[in-house]
């Protein structure tokens, strides 16, 4: 229940506030991103997991930053897909890649592989969204094989079937030419 929750989360955002706790003030941001995630105001959400990564850098959790990083990827690409107007669905889409990119290289640096793999097939998603259906392919590729090297076979069907379905797509318009 988002509308109660909400408010709540707020009064425990200033509440850490008042008493400089960081840590607490990240994790607590993070909660009321997720209220506003499940209430469908994304870029509420938003501004509330960067000010989290931001505290989170400054106290050097990485794995913290990993995470927050892809889910404003993750919030940028359902703002772009929910939007009518082509040019801010592609502003949208382009900031979606743009955390992406930033979540993906933390977790190579992190060696979080499993991650990086969902971070690379959301990437494909995007890409399919903004109607770069090629380069959506190779990245869809790159996570399918990624999950079958890791041995997540649910993900990787998963991926697998999201390709195929591409490729049916890309081969159709091929042969409609």
Known sequence: KPEEAIPLHDKSVKL???LFDKPSLAARLGNLGNSYVVKGDY?????????????YEELGRKP????????????YAEMGRNESKDELAFKLFHQA??????AMKL??????????????????????????????????????QMFEALGLKKQAARSRQT???????????????
């Not at 870029?43 to 505290?55: G, N």
């Not at 890649?97 to 930033?102: A, E, F, K, T, V």
């Open 16 to 18: 850490a506030r008042q």
């Open 107 to 144: 977790m190579q640096e992190l060696g979080d592989k499993a991650s990086e793999a969902e971070v690379i097939r959301s990437i494909g998603h995007v890409l399919m969204d903004a109607g770069q259906l090629e380069d959506a392919a190779e990245y869809l590729n790159v996570a399918q």
């Open 97 to 102: 890649l743009d955390y992406y990119g930033r």
């Open 64 to 75: 913290e930053v990993a995470l927050r990083t892809g889910i404003i990827g993750n919030l």
């Open 43 to 55: 870029a509420k959400a938003t501004q509330h997991f960067i000010e989290a990564v931001a505290l």
């Open 163 to 177: 390709l195929q379905r591409l490729i049916e797509y890309l081969e159709q318009q091929t042969s409609q030419k």
